[in-house]
């Protein structure tokens, strides 16, 4: 198997990728719900638009709202600027929007939500906190850059204490394995590669 696609942050990446694609598509759902209608009754649920004039028309505002919710909640969990927490405040903002727009559709008024908005927020902000946990994408990769780093010193540190002496001694070494090489099985031959490799690499 590919080890490019048994890779966790390849599959982590995957699923953002395809979410991104989705998204847009979300836009069009409202066209499902037909115009003129109040009320869906299906076998799996029933949509009703309350007071708003019919259900296409609340479907679109909702989708709208939860379009651009997906759209700003993706910026915030990719997002590696600590500026990032700028954008909670347009996601507050949408969550407000959203849950007047229900609020309207029950009661048929507009009134101020900010209870709801309040809890809605504290839910959905822990929701982002875990998927940007989970995708971790910046961390993964200065994680990885500081090992890189470490094993980039390590080696330099021992080429610098590596002796011309032990460099002529393992050559010698070689060119007698080498000489010698129709007298040894495929096995011992590579063994004993392998122990003068080692012993220039430590």
């Known amino acids: 198997m590919n080890l490019l696609f048994d890779n ?3 599959k982590l990446d995957l699923v953002i990728m395809v979410f991104i694609i ?3 598509f979300l836009y069009y759902i409202h066209n499902i719900f037909p115009e003129n209608q109040s009320l869906l009754e299906t076998k799996y649920f029933v949509f009703d638009s309350g007071y708003f004039e ?6 679109w505002l909702i989708m709208t709202k ?3 919710l997906c759209i700003l909640s993706i910026w915030y969990i990719t997002c590696k600027y600590k500026w990032k927490f700028i954008l909670l405040v347009p996601i507050i903002i949408e969550i407000y929007k959203l849950l007047v727009n229900f609020n309207f559709a ?6 101020s939500v900010y209870i709801q908005t309040f809890i809605g927020f504290i839910v959905y902000f822990f929701i982002l906190l875990f998927f940007k946990k989970t995708f971790n994408f910046y961390a993964n990769k200065n994680t990885s850059n500081v090992l890189i780093n470490e094993e980039i010193n390590k080696q330099l540190i021992k080429i610098s ?3 011309i002496k032990d460099y002529k001694e393992v050559k010698k070494k070689l060119v007698e394995l080498q000489n010698d090489k129709h007298k040894l099985e495929k096995k011992q031959y590579l063994i004993q590669l392998i122990a003068l490799r080692d012993q220039i690499t430590f």
């Open 22 to 24: 989705i998204i847009p």
């Open 161 to 163: 204490k590596f002796d």
């Open 66 to 68: 939860i379009l651009t």
């Open 54 to 59: 019919d259900i296409n028309f609340f479907a």
């Open 106 to 111: 029950k009661y048929g008024s507009e009134d």
């Open 8 to 10: 966790k942050r390849f």
